[in-house]
């Protein structure tokens, strides 16, 4: 498409067919780029099937194209979408790519995705509006606190660090005034069945602690 364009591959770690991880990561990523940043999310077992090819525009000026099938969630919770576009998969697509249903990541969204970053087309150009509300979303359970129990839900796990992040945020551990090296009850239920209960404290990093010792910290998210 063209040469002038610069190119960052980000991940290819993502499991196989899991759309959570991907839109989390999505998420993780978008906000560390500059406006007008084209991305490009290929996680779609969906390939050829009447699944949407969707672009969008993030209320922070970032554009997306990817499939309908729920990657855009968490930029959608978390930071809020301006308008969405329904790719014509027909004429917005790779020259002599017709015959292939299997391979949208090269032939639409890599290919859409070069053209806007290079400003061979406008957002507006790969195809028609369509309603917000009609994008495929997952399902998120927000955080929240009962008496002085802080409830959240595990987003992903960080396995190379052996982490699981959640989704309490940094600022209800201010309004209870929780500080390092608190010690904190954690229970993790998986549905309604405990699974783990330990006491760990709250620290700064994972230095803080001896080795093998279970801990709270905030994350790179400020979770």
């Not at 906000?31 to 996680?43: D, I, M, N």
Request: proline content about 4%; aromatic content about 10%.
């Amino acid at each position: 498409v063209s040469d002038n364009i610069f190119i960052s591959d980000l991940t290819h770690d993502i499991p196989p067919y899991d759309i959570w991880v991907a839109s989390y990561r999505l998420y993780q990523t978008v906000k560390y780029w500059p406006k007008g940043t084209v991305f490009v999310s290929v996680v779609d077992p969906g390939v050829g099937s009447d699944r949407r090819s969707i672009a969008c525009l993030t209320k922070t000026g970032h554009y997306i194209i990817t499939p309908d099938n729920g990657s855009l969630t968490h930029i959608l919770h978390y930071e809020g979408i301006e308008s969405v576009i329904a790719i014509d998969e027909v004429k917005s697509r790779l020259p002599h790519s017709e015959e292939s249903h299997t391979f949208h990541g090269r032939d639409i969204y890599a290919y859409n995705g070069a053209r806007l970053a290079a400003g061979q087309i406008e957002f507006e150009d790969l195809g028609q509006s369509i309603d917000l509300d009609s994008i495929k979303q997952l399902p998120i359970n927000d955080s929240r606190q009962e008496d002085d129990t802080l409830i959240g839900y595990i987003d992903v796990l960080d396995i190379r660090f052996g982490s699981l992040w959640t989704n309490i945020p940094l600022s209800y551990f201010k309004e209870n005034d929780i500080h390092h090296g608190d010690n904190l009850i954690v229970t993790i239920y998986n549905r309604e069945n405990k699974v783990y209960q330990n006491i760990m404290k709250f620290v700064r990093s994972f230095a803080d602690v001896n080795i093998g010792e279970p801990l709270v910290y905030i994350n790179s998210l400020v979770n």
